[in-house]
């Protein structure tokens, strides 16, 4: 695409030229032809002289007309071609008021029944089956296909919402609201108001709206689930207050007063999206026993590396992610009061890190800790890299520099220097150069070329501390070399001995091992009784190691879990190991074909890719 703004190749606005400052949402939510329609209130501001056109980001958004606020005229507009992959630039022109360089212009608008940012499901697509249910995924470049917006990470916004909808449908946001009033003229409807009066990115506007019940946690923290799943949610995520305190204990107070929880259906693709004030989680968190909660430390960190300061764009998203994944660490070892935790987490994480950038992305462009996003969907580049490498550079920096409590001064700076702004990876390290001027020497020795733009794996492996693996890897050895007739040394507490972060790694060290025979693959279902638990965590490890060892009768216990949820690590990792193994990949291509309709796009558009339906 020509015509993108130079900082952001997936935008075409320009807020270095003329800003959108704040905006307000004035929405109805119709469920029936599965619109949003109303308009938004844009604040924009003049940033350079001689200009005179406001300039947005805009996907399948039918626009009815587009007014200045002050003076009641309407505004010229013209919405340029439509690429599938960033929608149009929406170039809207400012009345002539030389004198005036802020503006208010309101755009109406509904949204398209396709709108890539909205999941609507019907009733029957929920646990109560009652009521239909709603919700947005903006990230990365989403939020356009909602309103027409400023769409980059470079620019921040604080906003506010009236949104109305149905009685007996609850509507939640990324922001602070306030008790719903009855609508004052259709008794069926009810008005609800939200503000956020931090500014935040448009991928972190967000908007729910289901037969939903909330259950408080903490003194700032309600878990908000349907009904069906309200106690399991709020066992599971009962630590969420003394989680929250320890991260403010690394980082500082947290800032945007309520975090709430809510549990989404099983179609959500990720593990959890830290929309500020109401991070979503996935129901497959819900393990019974606390034991898959530390996604949620992870959402708590993006508070402030995310949130409080983010990248400036999508090819700088490790400052996001490898922050939050470092500091996420901190907090589950502090949470857990154990110190070598941090490190074996990491040194898990590096095993499947490799795994995807040498067997996935075959050391290719996209294994970049910086990768070159121009006329790229974000969303095609996501994958674990900018996590783990990110993760593994600061790693070790910290090491490099100090240790911890030096580093840990460090992030708290970095923080509180960048705070409510938009950078970039040269910025960081620019930051981090003054920060540490008087190691000059230490960090030139850094590869910083390899680090950056280098593929494959980062330059330099830290050793962790992998003291908590040692029962992983001696029983995962067992497995392996003992003969199938020399199974009895087996006993179903090898794994409820330990720790169940422990039991995924073992699962996991055995999936990067050759294949296990019928029989031991049998034996071990018969012990541990792993065709029935809980966490699915285990599960999907466990199923993984079925289709390895090609046994026949797990596949449709594959197909249950991949067609009972929509998570895309789990989902897409299940489907390419079926797909690699040619006696199944029919079947998994029907299984694909009949359910995809049933999917979140973002899931079905990567499955297709990985099948090679195109
Ligand atoms: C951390 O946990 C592991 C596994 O449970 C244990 O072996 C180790 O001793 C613990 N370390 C500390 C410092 O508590
Ligand atoms: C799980 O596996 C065990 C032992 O192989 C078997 O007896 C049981 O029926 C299986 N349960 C389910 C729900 O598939
Ligand atoms: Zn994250």
Redesign the pocket.
């Known amino acids: 695409m020509t015509d993108m703004n130079p900082d952001d190749s997936a935008s075409f606005s320009r807020p270095d030229e003329c800003r959108v400052t704040s905006l307000h949402l004035n929405l109805d939510v119709d469920f029936v032809s599965r619109t949003l329609c109303g308009f938004v209130d844009l604040a924009v501001k003049r940033m350079k002289d001689g200009v005179h056109n406001l300039i947005l980001d805009a996907q399948m958004i039918p626009i009815k007309k587009i007014l200045d606020v002050d003076y009641g005229q309407e505004l010229k507009f013209t919405l340029g071609e439509n690429s599938a992959i960033f929608g149009s630039k929406l170039e809207v022109q400012l009345p002539v008021s030389a004198s005036k360089c802020s503006h208010k212009i309101r755009v109406h608008y509904e949204t398209s029944p396709q709108c890539p940012a909205l999941q609507w499901l019907r009733p029957e697509q929920t646990l109560g089956k009652r009521h239909p249910y709603l919700f947005s995924q903006s990230q990365a470049i989403h939020a356009r296909s909602l309103f027409p917006c400023q769409d980059t990470p470079g620019n921040k916004v604080s906003y506010t919402a009236k949104i109305t909808a149905p009685k007996d449908i609850t509507i939640l946001m990324s922001a602070i609201r306030s008790e719903p009033e009855p609508h004052p003229s259709d008794g069926g409807k009810l008005v609800y108001q939200f503000e956020q009066k931090f500014p935040v990115c448009t991928y972190l506007i967000a908007i729910v709206g289901g037969d939903l019940v909330s259950s408080i946690v903490g003194p700032r923290s309600k878990v908000w689930t349907e009904r069906e799943m309200i106690e399991e949610a709020a066992y599971e995520f009962s630590e969420t207050e003394k989680t929250l305190q320890i991260a403010e204990s690394l980082m500082g107070p947290y800032i945007w007063g309520q975090y709430d929880v809510l549990v989404l259906p099983p179609i959500f693709p990720f593990g959890g999206m830290e929309n500020p004030c109401l991070t979503y989680v996935t129901p497959t968190l819900i393990a019974g026993d606390k034991s898959l909660v530390d996604i949620l430390a992870h959402e708590i960190c993006h508070s402030w590396t995310g949130n409080l300061v983010t990248n400036k764009n999508w090819e700088h998203f490790w400052l996001n992610e490898g922050h939050t994944e470092f500091i996420e660490r901190k907090v589950t070892g502090r949470l ?6 941090p490190q074996f987490m990491a040194a898990g994480k590096a095993v499947e890190l490799k795994e995807i950038i040498e067997e996935v992305l075959k050391n290719g462009p996209y294994t970049r800790m910086i990768p070159d996003l121009k006329g790229v969907d974000p969303n095609d580049a996501f994958c674990i890299v900018p996590y783990e490498k990110g993760f593994t550079l600061l790693f070790y920096l910290e090491t490099l520099l100090g240790g911890r409590e030096v580093f840990e001064k460090f992030l708290r700076a970095y923080v509180e220097n960048f705070k409510q702004q938009s950078i970039d990876s040269n910025q960081w390290k620019d930051f981090l150069y003054s920060y540490f001027h008087d190691k000059t020497e230490v960090l030139d020795s850094v590869e910083w070329e390899k680090w950056f733009y280098g593929q494959g794996m980062p330059p330099v492996m830290p050793k962790y501390d992998n ?2 693996a040692v029962p992983c890897k001696q029983l995962c050895q067992r497995w392996s070399t003992s003969a199938d007739n020399d199974l009895d040394q087996f006993d179903s507490s090898d794994l409820t001995s330990m ?1 169940p972060l ?1 039991v995924v790694e073992c699962l996991g060290l055995l999936v990067e091992d050759p294949p296990l025979s019928l029989i031991k693959i049998q034996k071990m279902n018969e012990l541990y009784k792993l065709n029935v638990t809980k966490n699915s965590e285990f599960k999907f490890r466990w199923l993984r190691l079925c289709i390895k060892a090609q046994w026949k009768e797990a596949i449709p216990k594959v197909l249950e879990f991949i067609n009972e949820q929509g998570r895309m690590r789990l989902v897409r990792t299940l489907y390419r190991d079926l797909y690699g193994w040619e006696d199944a990949r029919p079947t998994a291509i029907d299984n694909f074909k009949k359910h995809r309709g049933e999917m979140h796009h973002i899931l079905e558009t990567m499955l297709s890719t990985d099948l090679k339906l195109g």
């Open positions: 857990h009061n154990n110190k070598t935790l003291s908590f720790a422990q």
